[in-house]
């Protein structure tokens, strides 16, 4: 794990509330799909946890940028983040997590609550641009439509591949204009019928405390997983 300075390259707008922010890094931070770093913007005080924050990496290792998204709130951190602009600098520590893909399953299978997308963009880009075999099942829940982030960049890689990679959109509050949207949660019977070899897959559930806790519960007490089949981390300060 290093320190090193980013550069802002671009924002990009992913949701009314969640942006990505693309830094080109002063030195070359090597990470496997799936981990995350710390955004410093104290550096005086490396413990200010309301200032120095971890996010996913949102993007393949094999990119000559690297790429964090955030669900923006009326934090000082949040502000912070809105506030870069093109060219501004920022310290990172990286990487860190052991929540990852080594190209070691040939069958996975992500159940995903919101922000929780972000290492699943970094693996799933991470797959394809190295074309393994892997065949990924997402199941990928948000409250209303219009909050599924890099909903466009999972419905192109979607097309693109689609002996690789299927994508369930659960939404749970209205009803849903594309109708490939599912209405409800993910729950037992959704996994059962959309990921219905989950026995076979290796199981991640990234985000949330509340959602990674959901997604452990279906998986060990409802459909009697194996534990060593599923691998959780979970995005503390939500
Ligand atoms: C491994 C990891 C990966 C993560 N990846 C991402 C990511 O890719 N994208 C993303 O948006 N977020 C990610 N997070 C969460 C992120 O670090 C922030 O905690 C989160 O985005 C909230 O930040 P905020 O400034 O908006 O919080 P705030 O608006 O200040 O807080 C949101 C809520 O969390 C509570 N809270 C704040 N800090 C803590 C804390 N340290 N412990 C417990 N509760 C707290 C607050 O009281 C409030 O209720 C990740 C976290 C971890 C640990």
């Not at 496997?32 to 949102?58: A, M, T, Y």
């Not at 799933?124 to 599924?148: A, F, G, M, P, W």
């Not at 369930?168 to 059962?192: F, H, Q, W």
């Not at 997604?215 to 599923?230: A, D, G």
Request: charged share 25%.
């Amino acid at each position: 794990m290093k320190e090193t300075r980013g550069t802002l390259i671009e924002k990009i707008e992913r949701t009314g509330t969640i942006e990505s922010f693309r830094f080109k890094p002063e030195e070359k931070i090597d990470f496997l799909p799936g981990q995350f770093l710390q955004v410093i913007f104290d550096e005086k005080d490396r413990n200010n946890r309301l200032l120095n924050k971890h996010l996913s990496f949102s993007c393949a290792p094999q990119n000559d940028y690297i790429e964090v998204t955030k669900r923006l709130s009326q934090s000082e951190f949040s502000q912070r983040l809105r506030q870069l602009r093109e060219g501004d600098a920022v310290l990172f520590k990286a990487p860190m997590g052991n929540c990852v893909f080594k190209d070691e399953y040939h069958n996975i299978g992500f159940l995903i609550g919101g922000i929780g997308i972000t290492p699943v963009v970094s693996i799933v880009e991470y797959i394809l641009k190295k074309q393994l075999n892997t065949n990924i099942c997402l199941l990928y829940s948000n409250r209303v439509e219009h909050d599924i982030a890099f909903k466009s960049e999972l419905d192109y890689w979607q097309r693109t591949h689609p002996h690789l990679l299927h994508v369930l959109y659960v939404v749970s509050d209205c009803e849903p204009v594309d109708k490939r949207c599912m209405i409800g949660t993910i729950n037992k019977d959704i996994v059962a019928s959309h990921m219905s070899d989950w026995q076979e897959r290796m199981i991640f559930a990234f985000g949330p405390p509340a959602m990674v806790s959901a997604m452990k519960n279906i998986c060990l007490e409802e459909l009697s997983c194996n534990k060593e089949l599923i691998k959780t981390e979970i995005f503390m300060g939500y």
